[in-house]
């Protein structure tokens, strides 16, 4: 292996990788994945889906997941800086309900990955970001859920400059509670 460090998580099923960086004058070199690597590690999943955005800082996308089929996620940023959160929505975890953080940059090109049945966002710290991931189920738009962000019973510590304004989009405004979910979901 070697080319890839993992750090297991507080939260079973959760990963902070961080790949082994190749550079010189030129600049650098990354495997970004390697499945031999990453099935090594203990992550054996199938990716089906490559996705990427950008953002200008304050945006704020999540918490969202699939309901019907909940996605493994890959994720890093390829330019500037965010906070990734996961949190974990999982039946029967002794985790369920609680959340981990991590600041994915350019500059330290960590990667985070999800297992399925997380709820995940992230939050724009630099002046721009794009945000790059591995899906290994793909999108069905009619099978979104989502938290609100500021949840009190979840209660993540985001790291939120003073006086920085949040862009949203409606539909992330306006998701429900944790304990709404726990309410529909988790009978």
């Known amino acids: 292996m070697g080319k890839i460090k ?3 998580c507080e939260i079973e099923g959760l ?5 082994a960086v190749f550079g010189d004058a030129r600049g650098y070199f990354m495997e970004t ?3 031999n690597d990453f099935k090594e590690a203990g992550i054996d999943v199938q990716f089906v889906q490559d996705n990427q955005s950008a953002s200008k800082k304050g945006v704020l996308r999540g ?3 699939q309901i019907q089929y909940p996605q493994d996620k890959l994720v890093r940023v390829i330019r500037g800086e ?5 949190v974990d929505l999982r039946v029967g975890s002794a985790t369920y309900g609680k959340w981990h953080g991590v600041i994915l940059s350019e500059e330290n090109k960590k990667q985070f990955f999800i297992p399925k049945n997380f709820a995940h966002g992230f939050v724009v710290l630099s002046d ?8 290994t189920d793909f999108y069905h738009p009619n099978d979104e859920g989502g938290l609100i962000y ?5 209660a993540i510590d985001w790291p939120l400059p003073e006086h920085m304004d949040l862009i949203m989009t409606d539909k992330d405004r306006e998701w ?10 988790r009978r």
Do not use: Q, W
């Open 128 to 135: 721009y970001a794009e945000f790059a991931y591995k899906c």
């Open 63 to 65: 918490l969202h997941f």
């Open 33 to 35: 994945y390697n499945y």
């Open 150 to 154: 500021n949840d009190p019973d979840i």
């Open 82 to 86: 965010v906070f990734d959160v996961a």
């Open 176 to 185: 429900g509670s944790f304990r709404e979910f726990t309410e529909k979901y």
């Open 6 to 8: 993992v750090t297991s």
């Open 15 to 19: 990963y902070e990788i961080e790949p």
